[in-house]
């Protein structure tokens, strides 16, 4: 079933400018993990967050869902680049936010948010406060925030772009494990060619000016997929293709 | 952090001691330069004899009730102004001319509407304190982060959560630092409309002393007036600290 769907949509921020995005079409089919790749300047952002309703397109439609998209939707999830945390607020409480939002809180939500919290790899620290976790730790404070509606949709923007290599792999791998756990289908953005080869199942180019899909890949490997997977070669020879496609472009995009 | 504060109270110390020396070996006048002895003793005097009570308490209640009203005006106009651009638009230009108007020279007129009670020194006050209230809720309200309106839009928060939980939080440190800067003021408006007429009050005690050529007697009120400051502005200090820490996350000073 599709999930996301953009037809032909372009993006101008002011009417005698080029446009940033042109003639994009994108399908995102239930379950799916899909990596937008392209250089810094490329229009990612700015489509994950026409796909989020946070920016309407200038032409063309998005629809998630079956129904087209104006606003944000409850079933849509948004992780930002920088982990926003309400510094005033515990762990605890930063997770229930989007609960906090819809409905009164109850014990049950509670419950849920340290079983997500659990999840993450941060059992007993609900009750810090940000400026007392680390960087890794803040981005898994908004991975269970993001996990806790349960989100059909999950976009994610360059989410742990600012981590150090190392905990930026466990958390690639926990967010994999998570997305198969919560069946969220995923549209994450990064920039990074080795991430976007080992977390998707697709992943897709954007280039040239004005921006719009230059390639698609589909990433053979199976899921569940282990940390050694990055050693392989033929997951190598995959990283190499994309690296390829990228440099192909020249600097033209830029 | 305790050597510092040996320090400072050295320093006091030695102040009073060479105040001391200075008034004795250079036999000064009481009517110019009283010593710190003497003061000591005028204090301890108008304690025991009950004197200063009636006045402090009638500038206390000129102080907070002014400082309330003024906090109330000032905080919930913030809110207004920083609701809309548009609001704040039309309201800025009258803001900033009651601001740059000396809301001390309204003093006599104000004598004039109201009388020598309490009504005019609490109006002064209040509008010594509303700009500095005003000011910093207005700041503090639009002080928060595109990321986090962000966040907000993206979870669906409507314009009151988004007030309530999102731009209130991150207004608290200012509106507080507004307010101790407001409680300070808020004493100096009291004693300045106390000059203006009042047979009552602080100020009003320090008027009757020039007139009676009782330095000692003034020195005790600046005393009365600094520990009342210092009071107050340690109030709302620890009103911060014991109910709103939380909210102060950037500064690590706040224990």
Known sequence: MTIIACHDIALQFKKDSLPVLEHVDLEVQEGEFVSIIGKSGSGKTTLLQMIGGLLSPSKGSIHLLNQEITEPIDEVTYVFQKPVLLEWRTVLENVLMPLELKKRVTQEDRDKAKKVLAAVGLENQEGKYPHELSGGMMSRVTLARAFI?????????????????????????????????????????????????????????????????????????????????????????????????????????K | MKMTKLYSCL???????????????????KIILPAPT????????????????????????????????GAIVGIGLGFLVAQSKTTQEILQPYIIASQAMPKLALAPLLVLWFGFGYTPKIVIVALVCFFPLFESTVTGLSHVSREKLALFRSLKASR???????????????????????????????????????????????????????????????ILLTVK????????????????????????DLK
């Open chain 2, 160 to 222: 009151s959560q988004t007030l309530l939980k999102l731009r209130l939080p991150t207004a608290m440190p200012y509106i507080f630092s507004g307010l101790r800067v407001a409680v300070v003021l808020s004493v100096v408006g009291a004693v300045i409309s106390e000059f203006i007429g009042a047979n009552k009050g602080l100020g009003a005690l320090i008027i009757a002393s020039q007139g009676m050529l009782d330095t000692t007697l003034m020195f005790s009120v600046f």
């Open chain 1, 149 to 253: 509606s349960e989100p059909k949709i999950l976009l994610m923007d360059e989410p742990f772009s600012a981590l150090d290599a190392m905990t930026k792999e466990q958390l690639q791998f926990e967010l994999l494990l998570l997305t198969k756990q919560f069946s969220a289908t995923t549209v994450f953005i990064t920039h990074d060619i080795t991430e976007a080869a080992f977390l998707s199942d697709r992943v897709i180019l954007l280039g040239n000016t004005p921006a719009n899909v230059v390639q698609e890949f589909a990433i053979p490997f199976s899921k569940p997929r282990s940390k050694e997977l990055k050693f392989d070669p033929s997951f190598t020879e995959v990283v190499r293709e994309l690296y390829q496609s990228i440099e192909a472009l020249g600097d033209r995009s």
């Open chain 2, 11 to 29: 320093i006091f110390i030695f102040t009073l001691v060479v105040w001391e020396m200075v008034v004795r070996v250079k036999e000064i006048s």
């Open chain 2, 38 to 69: 003497a003061i000591a003793a005028n204090l301890i005097q108008h304690f025991q004899s009950g004197y200063f009570y009636p006045h402090i308490l009638t500038t206390t209640i000129e102080v907070l009730g002014g400082f309330f009203a």
């Open chain 2, 229 to 252: 400051g210092m009071i107050l502005y340690q109030s709302i200090h620890w009103i911060e600290v014991i109910f709103f820490k939380k909210y102060h996350y950037s500064r690590g």
